[in-house]
T-cell receptor
């Protein structure tokens, strides 16, 4: 158990809909990262937040957004969903300023868009 | 550019050594990581190496880094069936860039 929790574990929705994925980092970790893992794209970095502020951006679509709240939990919002958004979404956390960029991953949310 | 390449599949017999290879492109990478993903689970950090090191050993795991060739390898000694998983290497360029993952199959 990495200490990172993600909810829900599974999510099934329809095209055009909007969903919110939630992540709680390890106690004491200030950074949260979101990743998308799909068969065709592999594991891709989406976005990073550090202590409530956006720190780095990866291959995140404009239909997707995220935020980190004062209690350090984070939410990833996916809107106007398309079939190709079906994937496993991982959240990871780290204590920025520790060893490099050592990240601890949550179990993931599996999103299925029908 | 940022790119990390791995072979997709490796099959070994239980008790043999496994060597998983990875190449990366960004010479400014500070740390390089190996993660393990078991079926239905998230990624678990196995080990990491700082870019100024050549080798790191941690129990059954040995990481070799050839910075000149930008080549990273993970050797698992005495591979067990419980080592069957997907192994990802990742380079740290300020954000993590992952390879496609190598599926390790361990035959009894």
């Amino acid at each position: 158990d990495s200490g990172v929790t993600q909810t829900p574990k599974h999510l099934i929705t329809a095209t055009g809909q909007r969903v919110t994925l939630r992540c709680s980092p390890r106690s004491g970790d200030l950074s949260v990262y979101w990743y998308q893992q799909s068969l065709d794209q592999g594991l891709q970095f989406l976005i990073q937040y550090y202590n409530g502020e956006e720190r780095a951006k990866g291959n995140i679509l404009e239909r997707f957004s995220a935020q980190q709240f004062p209690d350090l939990h984070s939410e990833l919002n996916l809107s106007s969903l398309e079939l190709g958004d079906s994937a496993l979404y991982f959240c990871a956390s780290s204590v920025v300023g520790g060893f490099g960029n050592e990240q601890f991953f949550g179990p993931g949310t599996r999103l299925t868009v029908l | 550019g940022e790119d990390v390449e791995q072979s997709l599949f490796l099959s070994v017999r239980e008790g043999d050594s496994s060597v998983i290879n990875c190449t990366y492109t960004d010479s400014s990478s500070t740390y390089l990581y190996w993660y393990k993903q078991e079926p239905g689970a998230g990624l678990q950090l196995l080990t990491y190496i700082f870019s100024n090191m050549d080798m790191k050993q941690d129990q059954r795991l040995t990481v070799l880094l050839n910075k000149k060739d930008k080549h990273l390898s993970l050797r698992i000694a005495d591979t067990q069936t419980g080592d069957s998983a997907i192994y990802f290497c990742a380079e740290d360029t300020g954000k993590l860039i992952f390879g496609q993952g190598t599926t390790l199959q361990v035959k009894p």
